[in-house]
């Protein structure tokens, strides 16, 4: 078992805070020194790390009625990791030194999406949205803003923003990767969820 019931959330939350711990540091170092792709993986490796971690607890019934708030926790953080992830090469932020060769590749470079990891963090977003939908039952909750020494909160709305990550999936998986066999149907279940929420 990957996250023995008794010991993985000490673990979870030592690996978390290991990882974090880098944060401080990459914030006081220039992005230039440091570079977009460490950056990109520290915020993966901890929206990952959550994203398994949810991914199995959320099958333990006795844990998950005694554990939602925590559950939504980790949710939160790990849908804010793994956006920080994706936005560090959004199109507001080019990285001028691609050159693009063709129209597909125009595409994902616009999206932001360099490797399957970028793809892997929009799925993992929309699915951890919809569990937080599901399991938890909050439309929008307080996330800190991960700003040091900002006391300021923003709202996370599971639905949007797993509705924006699963769009933006299911058009690059049916677009320019459509021929590289990445599953839309989860995505588009999720999806249909979002609907009829919203219906």
């Known amino acids: 078992e990957e996250f023995p019931e008794e010991s993985s959330l000490q673990k979870v939350e030592e690996l978390?805070?290991?990882?974090?711990s880098q944060k401080t540091w990459s914030m006081k170092v220039p992005l230039e020194i440091l570079g977009?792709?460490?950056?990109?993986?520290?915020?993966?490796?901890?929206?990952?790390?959550?994203?398994?971690f949810c991914h199995t607890v959320k099958g333990r019934k006795e844990w998950l009625r005694k554990e939602t708030d925590l559950l939504k926790k980790f949710l939160k953080e790990g849908i804010h990791y793994l956006i920080k992830m994706l936005d560090f090469r959004c199109t507001d932020n080019p990285n001028e030194e691609f050159v693009v060769q063709d129209t597909g590749t125009a595409i994902l470079v616009n999206e932001g999406i360099f490797s399957d990891t970028h793809l892997l963090a929009m799925m993992y977003c929309g699915e951890m949205c919809y569990w937080g939908l599901k399991y938890c039952g909050d439309q929008g909750t307080e996330l800190h803003r991960e700003l040091p020494g900002?006391?300021?909160?923003?709202?996370?709305?599971?639905?949007?923003?797993?509705?924006?990550?699963l769009t933006k999936y299911i058009a690059v998986c049916e677009g320019p990767l459509r021929s590289h066999g990445w599953d839309t149907k989860n995505a588009k279940r999720i999806l249909d969820y979002f609907k009829q929420l919203s219906s």
Do not use: H, P, T, V
Request: glycine residues 8%; contains cysteine; proline residues 0%.
């Open 16 to 20: 978390i805070g290991a990882l974090s």
């Open 36 to 52: 977009i792709e460490l950056l990109e993986c520290l915020y993966w490796r901890r929206g990952a790390l959550i994203y398994m």
């Open 150 to 165: 900002s006391s300021e909160n923003i709202i996370m709305d599971f639905q949007e923003i797993g509705e924006k990550m």
